[in-house]
């Protein structure tokens, strides 16, 4: 049968979509004629229309009924499950979608009649690859690339403007909450951090919650929570350097072409291998010590992550800012 209408499913957070970007490309690519919609959460919704031009995107709360009638009206010819989830799985196999691919390794696996067997949890590869390899069942078989976009300078000081950012200064963005989905550097050594950066001559902004500034008594300017997500890519998009730990906001700034600096952990499928940064300009940095398989808040060692010195992402830090700042033109105009 002729695809002619496609629905991708990617309904988690905005790191693990920004890593699906690769894949969503590569099936656009493969079906030139077809018309692809893309299905992302609340949060990430306004991220994905801004990436996605000409895409139609989906908003799924996580309702049932909604996603129900959403595919009986939507009358797609393949879903695309990069997140895969029961409920979903279910509507789709109800609402009669004729191709719906997934992994084969999940109990209601039986829901896909196109399906893959790769396990990730040993985190073999990074995760856009693993979304490509997805595609393979499809006769899609490509090798990863990722383009970084470019952020009109105009918008990027309109964003700067609205909160009260001055763009001449050498911005180093330090964004230290993780959303609890690793073991995370503790707080007192990314306030050190930002003192070393600031005492070398780079201005701070803290991004993050409120929650995962609270208690950030560090020099520099704080953005607990003040801004949208596109105006984050903007803020971004005009710093030296971005240093976060295994979150959405790392993602953000290398793709809007930024160095970052990643701070994971050791713990197993929590690995930079799966689920580091793709841009061009990344650095990860794990503690000296063998890979585990401990769970966050769960360190069987005790204190892996503090063996992560400060000196040494520092000195990362430092080498990643002090290049020529990130070109305008690089990228895609978004």
């Known amino acids: 049968m002729e695809i002619k209408k496609i629905l991708t499913v990617r309904d988690d957070?905005?790191?693990?979509?920004?890593?699906?970007?690769?894949?969503?490309?590569?099936?656009?690519?493969?079906?030139?004629?077809?018309?692809?919609?893309?299905?992302?959460?609340?949060?990430?919704?306004?991220?994905?229309?801004?990436?996605?031009?000409?895409?139609?995107?989906?908003?799924?709360?996580?309702?049932?009924?909604?996603?129900?009638?959403?595919?009986?009206s939507g009358q797609f010819d393949l879903i695309v499950f990069f997140r895969p989830r029961l409920g979903t799985s279910l509507a789709a196999f109800l609402a009669g979608v004729p191709k719906r691919l997934g992994t084969g390794y999940r109990g209601y696996s039986f829901f896909y009649n196109l399906k893959y067997n790769e396990h990730r949890h040993t985190a073999e590869k990074k995760e856009a690859e693993y979304s490509l390899s997805l595609l393979k069942p499809l006769g899609i078989d490509t090798s990863l690339r990722f383009e970084t976009i470019g952020i009109d300078m105009n918008e990027a000081e309109e964003v700067a403007k609205k909160l009260g950012l001055d763009l001449s200064k050498n911005w180093v963005a330090v964004h230290p909450g993780s959303g609890g989905s690793s073991p995370n550097w503790p707080k007192k050594n990314y306030i050190e951090l930002a003192q070393k950066l600031s005492d070398a001559?780079?201005?701070?902004?803290?991004?993050?919650?409120?929650?995962?500034?609270?208690?950030?008594?560090?020099?520099?300017?704080?953005?607990?929570?003040?801004?949208?997500?596109?105006?984050?890519?903007?803020?971004?998009?005009?710093?030296?350097?971005?240093?976060?730990?295994?979150?959405?906001?790392?993602?953000?700034?290398?793709?809007?072409?930024?160095?970052?600096?990643?701070?994971?952990?050791?713990?197993?499928?929590?690995?930079?291998?799966?689920?580091?940064?793709?841009?061009?300009?990344?650095?990860?940095?794990?503690?000296?010590?063998?890979?585990?398989?401990?769970?966050?808040?769960?360190?069987h060692r005790g204190n892996c992550m503090e063996l992560l010195a400060v000196e040494t992402v520092f000195q990362t830090a430092l080498n990643l800012a002090v290049k020529p700042a990130v070109s305008l033109s690089s990228g895609k105009q978004v």
């Not at 099936?27 to 004629?33: D, M, R």
């Not at 919609?37 to 990436?51: C, D, I, N």
């Not at 609270?214 to 971004?236: F, K, Q, R």
């Open 13 to 72: 957070r905005m790191g693990d979509f920004i890593l699906t970007l690769p894949a969503i490309f590569a099936l656009q690519e493969a079906f030139p004629k077809a018309r692809l919609t893309v299905a992302v959460s609340p949060s990430v919704y306004p991220l994905a229309v801004r990436l996605l031009p000409g895409k139609n995107v989906f908003s799924h709360t996580g309702s049932f009924s909604q996603f129900y009638s959403f595919l009986k």
């Open 201 to 299: 001559g780079f201005s701070i902004l803290w991004t993050g919650t409120a929650s995962e500034l609270s208690g950030i008594n560090g020099p520099g300017v704080t953005l607990a929570g003040e801004t949208e997500i596109w105006d984050l890519a903007c803020v971004y998009s005009r710093c030296r350097l971005v240093v976060a730990p295994s979150t959405g906001p790392l993602h953000l700034a290398s793709l809007v072409g930024t160095p970052v600096v990643g701070i994971y952990s050791p713990v197993r499928v929590n690995s930079p291998r799966r689920w580091g940064p793709l841009g061009p300009k990344a650095i990860t940095l794990v503690p000296p010590v063998p890979e585990c398989d401990c769970a966050a808040g769960e360190c």
